[in-house]
């Protein structure tokens, strides 16, 4: 509990937070912002978790520092291996599947980063302007792929469609990103959507994930917040439908 002004500012400066104009607001009401929980203003550093450093304590010495595998360490990959597709409801991953896990000591804008890099460097020379397409609102990839070079465009997801996005103004912007440039189109999938909280309905994470692959767009499927849901829902699974049915073709084909 802080008295507002610790956290905005006496007001005699200009502050461009919606947070802060709903303080004052609850001020000039006649209630006592020293009564407001502030849930998100940063991480704390001073200490760390009791249960977190008794945790550490126990894990054996060749789990700290550095790895000497480029996928995780094997003990945590071999988990995540049978955990993610289990809670995806995916086939089995690994050696010889149709697909991998693997475990990143990168943070995740350093990973999407590296991916978008990757792209860069799969194109032609000649290709024009690299696109990414996300949502707005949204997560700061605009922060990780402007620095690229990516041109940003984005679809909108509001209140009043329950901030769903439309997948006709995603196609749409697919299209026009494939006619306006022969380098990567890059389509970011955040289903459990960040900052609404919304979770995207799975027949529209369907059409957008097959508006990608109909105009040859690579897909970034941000799903931090997969197991943050209401109780008693069922989150959106993107990699579900992302992967199954591009295994399923692939096992067809192999069968003929």
């Not at 978790?49 to 595998?69: D, I, R």
């Not at 999938?189 to 309905?201: I, R, V, Y």
């Not at 989150?235 to 399923?248: A, M, Q, W, Y």
Request: net charge negative.
């Amino acid at each position: 509990m802080h008295p507002g002004e610790d956290i905005i500012g006496d007001g005699q400066l200009p502050n461009p937070y919606g947070d802060a104009e709903l303080l004052r607001r609850y001020a000039a009401l006649g209630h006592d912002p020293a009564g407001v929980s502030y849930l998100s203003l940063g991480e704390t550093w001073h200490s760390a978790a009791p249960g977190l450093v008794a945790a550490l304590g126990e894990v054996p010495p060749h789990s700290h520092g550095y790895l000497l595998t480029p996928y995780g360490l094997p003990a945590l990959q071999s988990v995540l291996r049978d955990y993610i597709p289990a809670d995806h409801g995916l086939p089995p991953a690994g050696p010889g599947a149709d697909y991998d896990v693997a475990v990143s000591q990168h943070s995740t804008r350093s990973s999407m980063y590296h991916y978008g890099r990757l792209l860069l460097e799969e194109q032609d020379a000649a290709a024009s302007r690299p696109v990414a397409v996300c949502s707005s609102p949204g997560w700061d990839y605009p922060g990780v792929y402007s620095a690229l070079g990516y041109d940003m465009r984005h679809f909108e997801v509001s209140p009043g469609r329950g901030y769903q996005p439309d997948p006709r103004d995603v196609e749409e912007l697919l299209l026009k990103a494939r006619r306006d440039t022969s380098g990567p189109v890059l389509l970011i999938l955040n289903a459990q959507h960040n900052p609404t909280g919304a979770d995207g309905e799975a027949a529209a994470v369907r059409a957008m994930v097959r508006a990608a692959l109909a105009y040859d767009a690579a897909l970034l499927v941000d799903d931090a917040y997969y197991a943050v849901h209401d109780p008693g829902t069922s989150p959106t699974p993107t990699l579900r439908i992302l992967l199954v049915p591009l295994v399923s073709q692939r096992v067809r084909r192999c069968r003929k």
